[in-house]
């Protein structure tokens, strides 16, 4: 099971950010949410889930989600994770996730939230080490 308060990062193993097509990296660049599935039990693909993310130089992708959404206890399964940039047909990748525990990186992705999305600016819904901390948020890559 996994602990409370991590964070995910999603890493495409079989796509790193040097060989992805531009498009995709223009997408990831430029998209304001990634669509997200991870794989139930029975090896069916969950609903797609629009969520806000962080996209950094090195070719990471940084979400958060709440500690006990079926997403999290996939992702904690060992459920690869499947993205769509930008709309549920956009470019697709594949990878794994992994918690984000260092929080002055959480707290960097809460700027970086701010930054994209006005709501996340007005200090709602955005990423927290706090929170973090007290198993209120996941935060991933």
Do not use: N
Not at 6 to 15: D, I, S, V, Y
């Amino acid at each position: 099971m996994m602990a409370a308060g991590l964070g995910w990062l999603l890493w495409p193993p079989h796509a790193p950010a040097a060989v992805l097509p531009p498009a995709t990296l223009a997408a990831l660049q430029t998209a304001e949410l990634i669509y997200v599935a991870t794989r139930r039990k029975d090896g069916a693909l969950s609903e797609i889930s629009p969520i806000w993310f962080m996209y950094t130089d090195d070719g990471k992708i940084f979400f958060s989600t709440a500690p006990d959404s079926w997403k999290a206890k996939r992702i904690a399964a060992g459920s690869p994770l499947y993205i769509w940039v930008g709309s549920p047909d956009g470019p697709m990748l594949e990878g794994t996730a992994a918690p984000v525990t260092d929080a002055a990186f959480i707290d960097k992705m809460g700027a970086a939230y701010a930054e994209k999305y006005w709501i996340a600016w007005l200090g709602l819904f955005k990423p927290r080490s706090g929170r973090v901390a007290e198993g209120k948020t996941v935060a991933t890559w």
